[in-house]
């Protein structure tokens, strides 16, 4: 991508420094994703149960279910997902790239960006996201940065879609409201924002897009599939004028 797609300097992608470093032998068969906070995993108490299916299987049918749900068309373009950790949903997307990569027009990378914080997933790590991309065979549908989502380092209006799993709530409420202000500068006119989230805290981000005048948002209860033990999650989804 060229120097105009960055509103600075092109910070370092993960993936195709790792990719030359690595040799085929270490990288895995399969992905693997840990647990989301293991300190809320033993926090839930009895409702671990609850909380591992959310985290090891029930997050990973309700993403499958929000990206199918998008126009084909948006994946064409960059997308971004913030906070993206061992890659989840910003492997899924590049997954979907793959699939529509040898047809016109052209398809763009999926970016992911994150600071790899071990406390918010466990084996948090760019290594641990690169060997997910490798085994899924996506590195080159793969843009990896390391950074925050509340200063993201691209221009205005240039990505198809933004998303957010169980990440932008780990931040302070200051920095929450920078990041989806910034989720909402990136996206170009007509993009998506799907955040999925504990549920209180996504009202407050359905909050701020609306103040911005978007119209085309909304809120659900994500349902059993992400109820992280006694922690419920919403969905919210929003377009940008």
């Not at 895995?28 to 647990?35: D, E, L, R, T, V």
């Not at 809320?40 to 279910?65: C, E, H, M, R």
């Not at 994150?114 to 790590?125: E, P, R």
């Not at 240039?158 to 909402?184: M, P």
Request: with cysteine; proline share 6%; aromatic share 10%.
């Amino acid at each position: 991508m060229s120097q105009s797609f960055y509103s600075s300097s092109i910070p370092e992608n993960h993936i195709a420094r790792l990719f030359t470093e690595l040799e085929a032998h270490d990288i895995p068969s399969k992905p693997s994703y840990g647990i989301d906070s293991p300190l809320g995993l033993i926090a839930s108490n009895v409702l671990s149960p609850l909380y591992l299916y959310a985290t090891i299987k029930g997050k990973f049918q309700v993403w499958d279910d929000l990206l199918a749900s998008l126009p084909r068309e948006t994946f064409r373009a960059p997308t971004l997902d913030l906070g993206c950790g061992r890659g989840m949903v910003l492997l899924q997307i590049a997954q979907i790239k793959k699939q529509l990569y040898n047809s016109d027009p052209p398809v763009h990378p999926a970016y992911g960006i994150d600071l790899f914080v071990k406390g918010d997933q466990s084996g948090n790590s760019p290594l641990a996201t690169y060997k997910n991309a490798a085994a899924l065979g996506v590195c080159e549908q793969t843009v990896l940065h390391s950074g925050s989502f509340a200063e993201l380092p691209f221009s205005d209006g240039v990505f198809s879609l933004v998303t957010a799993s169980l990440s932008v709530h780990n931040a302070d409420k200051a920095t929450r409201k920078k990041a989806i202000g910034e989720a909402a500068r990136v996206l170009m006119s007509g993009g998506y924002l799907v955040v999925v989230d504990m549920a209180g805290y996504v009202g407050e981000y359905l909050n701020i897009v609306k103040e911005m005048g978007w119209t085309d948002v909304s809120s659900e209860f994500g349902g059993m599939r992400i109820m992280y033990g006694a922690w419920p999650c919403r969905i919210l989804r929003a377009r940008k004028p």
